[in-house]
RNA sequence: UGCCCGAUGGUGUAAUGGUAGCACAGGUGACUUUGACUCACCCAGUCAUGGUUCGAACCCAUGUCGGGCAGCCA
C-alpha cells in the first residue's frame, strides 16, 4: 500500500544521543517515556513531533511510552476531548509503535510497595494483551499527590499561604528584583498539615489559601520563588467528580506522575526549561526511593502559514471560521486524516524535520506537501474529474456511439491494472483547458488546434459556439479515431493531453476545493491572525466524475489526473454519493 | 539593562577537533497519452571579532541578533 521510506533508526538527534548513552551504561532497566495531553482541545502537528519522538524513542530501545491524560485543571478540561485523543494517538502510530503504547490496569492508582526497607509507590503498567485497560490519568494519582505533600510540609519544604493572588504577584518581585518572603512563610509544620487538611476538607473558598514550595524568593529564576502547588477550586472534575476542591498544579504534578508511572525520561518543549529546575527539586525534596525520571526539552514544529497552539485553533472552532476541530483546513490530526493525509505522510514529514533545540525556527509547509504528493503519487489510483467542465461535441460521433476506452489506474503500480472509459459524442472537458485566445506556450485546446483526450484519441477543433450573450456554450470538435491505443495513428503525437469525462456517463459529486487557511507565513505572530484567514481556503464545486468514482471509498484517496489528489469524506459521504476533499493539488510548473 | 537558551544556503537539518553533506524550495534542460512522475545540471551556508590548535561549524572569550521566564494554565 504505502511507500514508507521513513528515516531508517541511523538518523540520530541530541536525545537519541543521551538515551544511548544511558542503554550503554545500562542506567535503567527499561526505557519509559510518556506523552501527556491535556484533554482541553484536539492534537495537532505539533503534538505529533512529542508523540513521535516519545513512541520512537520507546520504540528503538525496547521500551514502552504512557499515554497519560495530565487533567490536572477542571477548569479548562472536558472528557469529551479523551477519546479523540487516544484515537488520534492510536492513528498516527498504528503499524509503527503499538507495542509500545503502555496503559494501566482499569482503575489502577499507586500502590505501596517495599524497596529496601523503604516505602515506595507506583502505578502497575498493563500488559498490552490485557482486557481490562485505561490509559494513564494524573487525576488518578490525587491521593498519592496529596500524601507526597504532606510529606513536603512535614519536612519543612511546603507551606500553607494566606495571600491572595495579587498579593503573591506583588511578593514574587520582577524579572530584575529579588521576591519577599510570605509573611506566611514561617508557619509551624503543626499548623501548616492542620490549614492543609482543612483546604482539602472545603473550608476554605478558591484563592483563599494555597499551598507553596518553601525555596528561595531571591532567587533569579521565578520559578523557584516559593511556586503554588496546590490550589483551591471548588468545582467538579470530569474524571475525579466532587472529591476533591484542591488540585495541584502542573510542575508539582508533572514530575511526581512521572515518578509514579517509572518513567525514565521526560520529553517537553523549550518553555519548560526554566520549570527544571522545579521538576529536580520538587523530586530531590521528597527523598524518594527509586531512580528519578529526568526532563529534556526540545524545539515545537512550527509550519508555515499554520497556526499551532490549542487556545487559537480553539478559537478557529468557537468562531466558526472553521467547521469544527476536524476540519480538512485545521493543522489537526483529525483534520489532517480527514484531508486524506495518511498517519505514515505525517510520520515521514515530522520525523524528517528532526529533534533539535534551535528555538526561532519555522519550517517550510511545502517540505510537508513534497512528502504528501510523494506518498500520494505512489499510492493514488487516478481517475478522471473535471472540476469545472465546458461542453465539447465529436461531431463525427453517432449521439448514442460508445467507444470503450481503457485507462491505467496507477502508471506507479508494478503491474498497473486496468479500466474501462467510455468516449460519446457529447464530454466535458475542463474548461481551464480551452482558451479562445491562448497566451504563448499554451498546450491545450485552441481554436484550429489538436489535443489528445487522455486515454482516448486526438481531437482537432473545429467551431466554437455562443449564445447570445456570447459566453461559450460548446466547442465542436471532430475525433480522430485513428489515433487510439493501439490503432494505425496511435503514436501521432500532440503537444496537450487533457482529462474528460462523458457527458451522457458522469456523476455529479460535491467537491470542496482548499487551500492554505492563511494568507502569512507566521499566523501566530500576527496581531489577530483572523485578519490573516484566507477568504478563499474553501472553494465547493459539482464536479463532473467518471462512473466508477460514485463507488469512492471513504478514506480512500484518488488522484484526478492533471489536477489533484481527492479523498471522499468520511463524514459527510453517502453510499453512491460521495463528497470529495482535495487533499492537494498536482504540482503545476506552468503556473496558470 | 535579572536569569536561562539558541545561532550552518531562502527553509528544515547533518557533520561531536580532520574534505561543510542531505532534503525542501527556486532555476535551466531532457522525457512525457497527467505542464504530474522521473532524470540531468545549476543556485546557495558555518552571525561577528579575537584566542587555543598542525588543523575550529565544533573548544574558550567578547560582542551581535533571536527566543523563553513575573497564571492560583499546561
Redesign the pocket.
Known amino acids: 500500500m504505502s511507500s514508507e521510506t521513513e528515516s531508517p533508526d541511523t538518523s ?3 536525545i537519541r ?1 543521551i538515551v544511548a548513552q544511558h542503554v550503554a551504561e545500562k542506567r535503567y532497566a527499561k526505557i519509559v517515556t510518556r506523552f501527556p495531553p ?1 484533554p482541553n482541545g484536539f492534537l495537532h502537528l505539533g503534538h505529533a513531533r512529542a508523540i513521535l519522538l516519545n513512541f520512537g524513542i520507546a520504540r528503538e530501545n525496547g521500551g514502552q511510552c504512557n499515554l497519560r491524560f ?1 487533567d ?2 477542571p477548569a ?1 478540561e472536558d472528557a469529551s476531548y479523551v477519546d479523540a485523543i487516544t484515537h488520534d494517538i492510536k492513528w498516527l502510530i498504528e503499524g509503527w509503535a503499538d507495542e509500545q503504547l503502555a496503559s494501566k490496569p482499569k482503575g489502577a492508582v499507586p500502590v505501596a510497595q517495599q524497596i529496601n526497607d523503604r516505602t515506595d509507590y507506583q502505578v502497575s503498567t498493563a500488559s498490552s494483551s490485557d482486557a481490562d485497560t485505561e490509559a494513564f490519568t494524573a487525576s488518578d494519582y490525587f491521593d498519592q499527590l496529596y500524601n507526597y505533600a504532606l510529606d513536603l510540609i512535614k519536612k519543612g519544604h511546603a507551606f500553607v499561604c494566606d ?3 495579587t498579593e ?2 506583588e511578593y ?1 518581585g ?3 528584583e529579588p521576591g519577599r518572603d510570605s509573611p506566611f512563610r514561617d508557619r509551624s509544620v503543626e499548623e501548616n498539615l492542620d490549614l492543609f487538611e482543612r483546604m482539602r476538607a472545603g473550608e476554605f473558598p ?2 483563599a489559601k ?1 499551598l507553596r514550595a518553601k525555596i528561595d524568593m531571591t532567587s ?4 523557584l520563588r516559593d511556586p ?1 502547588l496546590y ?2 477550586r471548588h468545582i467538579a472534575h470530569h474524571h475525579t467528580g466532587d472529591k476533591w476542591c484542591l488540585y495541584p ?2 510542575d508539582y504534578a508533572h514530575c511526581l506522575s512521572d515518578y509514579l508511572e517509572g518513567v525514565t525520561h521526560s520529553f517537553c518543549s ?6 527544571r529546575p522545579l521538576y529536580d527539586w520538587v523530586l530531590a525534596s521528597l527523598d524518594l526511593p527509586r531512580e528519578l525520571p529526568h526532563q529534556y526539552e526540545f ?1 515545537k514544529l512550527i509550519p508555515s502559514y499554520t497556526l499551532m497552539s490549542k487556545r487559537n485553533l480553539l478559537r478557529l472552532v468557537a468562531e466558526n471560521h472553521v467547521s469544527g476541530w476536524d476540519d480538512p483546513r485545521m493543522p489537526t490530526i483529525a483534520g489532517l486524516r480527514r484531508r486524506g493525509i495518511s498517519a505514515a505522510i505525517i510520520r515521514r514529514f515530522v520525523i ?3 529533534i ?9 509547509i ?2 510537508m506537501e ?1 512528502v504528501v ?2 506518498e500520494l ?1 505512489q499510492s493514488a489510483e ?1 481517475r478522471l474529474g473535471v472540476l469545472k467542465p465546458i461542453k465539447l461535441v465529436l461531431t463525427n460521433l453517432a449521439p448514442d456511439e460508445v467507444i470503450e476506452c481503457e485507462a491505467i489506474n496507477n ?2 503500480a508494478e503491474t498497473p491494472k486496468k479500466r474501462k472509459l467510455s468516449l460519446t459524442r457529447e464530454v466535458f472537458i475542463e474548461s481551464d483547458d480551452f482558451a479562445e485566445i491562448p497566451p504563448p ?4 485546446l485552441k481554436p484550429g488546434g489538436e489535443v ?1 483526450l ?2 482516448a484519441c486526438i481531437i482537432g477543433f473545429d467551431e466554437i459556439i455562443k449564445d447570445a450573450d456570447g459566453n461559450v456554450t460548446e466547442l465542436h470538435c471532430t475525433a480522430q479515431l485513428d ?3 493501439g490503432e494505425a495513428n ?1 503514436s501521432k ?1 500532440v503537444k ?2 487533457v482529462h474528460w469525462v462523458s457527458a451522457t456517463q458522469c456523476h455529479e459529486v460535491t467537491t470542496r476545493l482548499y487551500d492554505r487557511l492563511f494568507t502569512v507565513e507566521e499566523p501566530g505572530a500576527e496581531e489577530d491572525f483572523v485578519t490573516a484567514l484566507n477568504p478563499d481556503s474553501l472553494e465547493v464545486v459539482t464536479a463532473k466524475v467518471e462512473p466508477s468514482l460514485a463507488e469512492a471509498i471513504p478514506g480512500a484517496v484518488y ?1 484526478f ?2 489536477l489533484g489528489y481527492f479523498t471522499a469524506d468520511s463524514t459527510d459521504s453517502s453510499p453512491g454519493k460521495p463528497v470529495f476533499n482535495r487533499t492537494i493539488t ?5 503556473g496558470k
Open positions: 540520530s538527534d541530541f544521543d491535556e495530565d490536572t485543571n479548562k495571600l491572595s493572588a503573591i504577584e514574587r520582577s524579572l530584575k478558591d484563592g494555597s533569579p529564576n521565578l520559578w503554588l490550589r483551591i498544579l502542573y523549550l518553555e519548560f526549561v526554566v520549570h524545539a524528517g524535520t528532526g533539535t533545540t534551535n528555538d526561532d525556527s519555522i519550517t517550510d511545502a517540505a513534497h504528493r510523494d503519487n487516478r502508471p506507479q506556450k499554451f498546450r491545450r489528445r487522455k486515454y489515433t487510439r491505443s496511435s503525437k496537450g493531453t488522484q489526473e492533471r498536482l504540482r503545476d510548473t506552468w
